[in-house]
């Protein structure tokens, strides 16, 4: 009686120490996780950032309904705008991506959506550029060495997600994903760095004739 007792307990701790033993590595692999040149089948990180849409504002506050409950709030942007912190200008009506600190509703980076949306040029004699989509979608334009997939904001950052255009048709759906530094952006100008290069880009006004590539 003792022995299988004894068998049985030694059995559970068993089981338990490979059951702790496989959250410890899962965690692990979470916090260590890098961003940069990653597939997108392997994000498992939780975003910081809320979309909001500025009802009004003023020297110092923004009044804003929150896109997934509804609420109404007020967020102080002061210190960013000093900061440098906001990308994008501050417009009523316009949808904006923040982080703030929930503590004190004071806003550390926010940056205008809206303002982004549309298509930009970086090369317009040749008509090189790219579509921003409200929904996420990124698409390219007669670019050569990659194409674009989609757009996201995670914890402060701006990502791109990419695929190169010498893939194989099977490999289309394995996207990369990369941070943009945002320089500027304002209703026609658009100057971020992704992937090493500089991105200079501008509203084209007049009518360009040019291929989509998505999908």
Same mark, same amino acid.
């Given at each position: 009686?003792n022995?299988k &007792?004894s068998?049985?307990l +030694? =059995?559970?701790l @068993?089981t +338990? &120490? ?7 590595n899962?965690?692990?692999? =979470? ?8 597939n #997108?089948?392997?994000q498992? #990180? ?6 909001? /849409?500025v009802?009004s504002?003023?020297?110092?506050? @923004?009044?804003?309904t929150?896109?997934s =409950? !509804?609420?109404? !709030?007020?967020f102080?942007?002061?210190s ?6 906001i990308?994008?200008t #501050?417009?009523q ?5 923040i982080l703030a ?5 004071? #806003?550390k980076?926010a %940056?205008?959506i /809206? ?6 040029? %970086? ?6 550029g790219?579509i ?5 979608? +990124?698409?390219?334009?007669? /670019? ?7 757009w996201?904001? &995670?914890?402060?950052? @701006? &990502?791109?997600y990419?695929?190169? =255009?010498?893939?194989?048709a099977?490999e ?10 945002v320089? !500027? @952006? /304002?209703t ?7 992937r090493n !290069?500089q ?8 009518? +360009?004739k040019f ?5």
């Amino acid at each position: 009686m003792n022995f299988k &007792l004894s068998e049985r307990l +030694l =059995t559970i701790l @068993l089981t +338990l &120490l490979v059951v702790c033993s496989c959250g410890d590595n899962n965690q692990k692999k =979470t916090e260590e996780y890098n961003w940069e040149g990653n597939n #997108i089948e392997e994000q498992h #990180i939780p975003d910081s950032m809320v979309r909001v /849409t500025v009802d009004s504002f003023d020297s110092d506050s @923004l009044y804003v309904t929150i896109k997934s =409950t !509804k609420e109404k !709030k007020s967020f102080c942007y002061y210190s960013a705008q000093n900061g440098n912190s906001i990308i994008g200008t #501050i417009r009523q009506g316009d949808e904006y991506s923040i982080l703030a600190n929930t503590k004190n509703n004071e #806003i550390k980076s926010a %940056f205008n959506i /809206t303002q982004m949306m549309g298509q930009w040029f %970086f090369d317009t004699q040749h008509s090189k550029g790219m579509i921003f989509d409200a929904k996420g979608a +990124l698409s390219s334009i007669n /670019t050569d060495e990659i194409s674009f997939r989609r757009w996201q904001f &995670l914890n402060g950052k @701006l &990502l791109i997600y990419y695929v190169y =255009t010498q893939q194989e048709a099977e490999e289309q759906n394995q996207f990369e994903v990369d941070t943009v530094e945002v320089q !500027k @952006l /304002t209703t026609d100008e658009f100057n971020f760095q992704f992937r090493n !290069k500089q991105y200079n880009c501008i509203r084209q006004k007049d009518a +360009l004739k040019f291929k989509v590539v998505n999908e």
